[in-house]
C-alpha cells in the first residue's frame, strides 16, 4: 500500500467518523426530545424542618460523567455560619416513578478531618410538563442523638463565601422554607 492510499484511507476515515458521530448525536437529540427532563443542577439551599442547631446546609448538585451518576456535595453548618460537616456522595439513583432522587454520602465532620459515618438521603422531584425539580428532602445520618430529617430544597444562584454571605442565604432559606 503507497503512502497516498494510507493518506486517502485516513482521510476518508476521519470523515465517516465525524459524520457518524454528527448523525450519533442528531438521533440522540431527536430522541431525547421525547423524554422527560431533569432539572437538578445547580446549587441548592437546604432548610431543615423545626428548631435546633444545624438548621441549614447548602449544596450543589451536578451530573459527574465519571463516575456516571448525579452527585449531591455540600456543606452543613451551624447556626451561625461555621461548617459542621463536609458530605460527598458516593452512590446516587433517580426514580421517575416514584419521583424521587437517591443519595449515598460519606461525610466529614469539620473538626475532626477525618470521615465521620455514612448517611443516606432522597429529594423529592415534582413534575412540571415535562421536567423534573426537586422540591423537599430528608436525610439519615449519623450524628449522635439524631433522627431522619426533612428539609426544603431551595435553588440558590451560588455558594455563598464567607460567613457573612452564609447569614444571608440562611435567612432566606428561612423565608423560603
Same mark, same amino acid.
Given at each position: 500500500?503507497?503512502? #497516498?492510499? #494510507?493518506?486517502?484511507?485516513?482521510? *476518508?476515515?476521519?470523515?465517516?467518523?465525524?459524520?457518524? !458521530?454528527?448523525?450519533?448525536?442528531?438521533?440522540?437529540?431527536?430522541?431525547?426530545?421525547?423524554?422527560?427532563? #431533569?432539572?437538578?443542577?445547580?446549587?441548592?439551599?437546604?432548610?431543615?424542618?423545626?428548631?435546633?442547631? +444545624?438548621? !441549614?446546609?447548602?449544596?450543589?448538585?451536578?451530573?459527574?460523567? +465519571? =463516575?456516571?451518576? &448525579? *452527585?449531591?456535595?455540600?456543606?452543613?453548618?451551624?447556626?451561625?455560619? +461555621?461548617?459542621?460537616?463536609? &458530605?460527598?456522595?458516593?452512590?446516587? @439513583?433517580?426514580?421517575?416513578?416514584?419521583?424521587?432522587?437517591?443519595?449515598?454520602?460519606?461525610?466529614? @465532620?469539620?473538626?475532626?478531618? @477525618?470521615?465521620?459515618?455514612?448517611?443516606?438521603?432522597?429529594?423529592?422531584?415534582?413534575?412540571?410538563? =415535562?421536567? &423534573?425539580?426537586?422540591?423537599?428532602?430528608?436525610?439519615?445520618?449519623? !450524628?449522635?442523638?439524631?433522627?431522619? =430529617?426533612? @428539609?426544603?430544597?431551595? +435553588?440558590?444562584?451560588?455558594?455563598?463565601?464567607?460567613?457573612?454571605?452564609? #447569614?444571608?442565604?440562611?435567612?432566606?432559606?428561612?423565608?423560603?422554607?
Amino acid at each position: 500500500m503507497s503512502l #497516498l492510499q #494510507l493518506a486517502v484511507a485516513l482521510i *476518508v476515515g476521519i470523515i465517516t467518523g465525524v459524520l457518524g !458521530n454528527a448523525f450519533y448525536q442528531w438521533i440522540r437529540n431527536m430522541l431525547a426530545s421525547f423524554t422527560d427532563r #431533569l432539572d437538578l443542577k445547580g446549587v441548592w439551599g437546604e432548610r431543615v424542618s423545626g428548631y435546633g442547631e +444545624r438548621l !441549614n446546609s447548602i449544596g450543589s448538585i451536578r451530573y459527574d460523567l +465519571r =463516575r456516571q451518576m &448525579w *452527585v449531591f456535595d455540600g456543606t452543613n453548618f451551624h447556626n451561625d455560619g +461555621r461548617p459542621y460537616c463536609h &458530605w460527598r456522595t458516593i452512590s446516587s @439513583h433517580v426514580d421517575r416513578v416514584a419521583g424521587r432522587y437517591y443519595y449515598i454520602f460519606l461525610n466529614t @465532620h469539620e473538626d475532626s478531618g @477525618h470521615r465521620g459515618y455514612t448517611g443516606f438521603g432522597f429529594i423529592e422531584l415534582e413534575k412540571h410538563g =415535562r421536567t &423534573w425539580s426537586p422540591v423537599r428532602g430528608s436525610f439519615a445520618a449519623g !450524628n449522635p442523638g439524631e433522627a431522619f =430529617r426533612s @428539609h426544603s430544597v431551595i +435553588r440558590i444562584n451560588s455558594v455563598p463565601n464567607g460567613i457573612a454571605e452564609r #447569614l444571608e442565604v440562611f435567612k432566606f432559606l428561612e423565608e423560603k422554607s
